[in-house]
């Protein structure tokens, strides 16, 4: 049995909480959070502590704070040579040289409190200060996913850029699609199962035969159209970025 205590109480440390509780090879020793009081989300079967002073031995630390926290929480861990690990994709292994065993389990997905996400199918890209202590790291990420990939920092970097602009950024182009439907007093769900057409599309052809629209044709009539209806808009800059983008990487 791998035991492990989670150091942080947000989105990303429930949801393993959740996957180590579901797991009879893993066992979840305590959480730490900085709230006085148990998160509500945290389960009662696991003990809560609120002084990091207090973390026992386990074999993994999970880190899994803010990512400009991740240095300092980890300068005030006693890791009892257990392997201290960040989660991070954008975090240089080295925030955790201070411990003599460390590494990183990047799961590549967006969690939310109430997400219900399996790890099977999440990648996971991990990273260690020693072949031994990624031999560990390895077993541990086999059990939760499939999918294990041996990454460097500055490679997984590159996948949190990556992921970035496909989650964050689609997600803010969505956001933005339903403001200007709202701006216009037009139902903002009129626009829902284009949204999932165009994700479920990935399934059969790759994102770049998947792109339509004006830019993609040079329909400069209808960008002139589009561009003068939202001469006036917030969107107008974004509009022209992307649309230029578009046609650039078309080239
Ligand atoms: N969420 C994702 O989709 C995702 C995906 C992959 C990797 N990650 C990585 O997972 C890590 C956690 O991200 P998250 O999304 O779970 O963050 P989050 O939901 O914003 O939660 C951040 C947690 O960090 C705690 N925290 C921040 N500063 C702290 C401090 N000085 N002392 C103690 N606790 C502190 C917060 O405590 P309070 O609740 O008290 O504010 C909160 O529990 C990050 O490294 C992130 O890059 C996240």
Redesign the pocket.
Known sequence: MINISLI??????FNLMNEILDNKSLSLNQIY???KFRPKNISDQIEYIKEIKNLKKSDFYFI????I??E??SNKINSYDGIVI????S?NINVLSIHKNHGVF??L???SYDSNLSFKQIPILIEANSKINLSKIKKLADIFSKKVYKMNSSKRLVCHISATIANNFSNHMIVSAEKILEENKINKSIIKPLIFETFNKLNKMSAKDAQTGPALRNDYITIEKHLKQLVKSDFLDLYKEVTKNIKSNEL
């Open positions: 942080g109480t947000g989105r990303l440390s959070g900085r709230s899994a704070v803010s990512d926290e991740i300092t929480i960040h989660l991070s994709g975090t990047y799961p997905q967006t969690f």
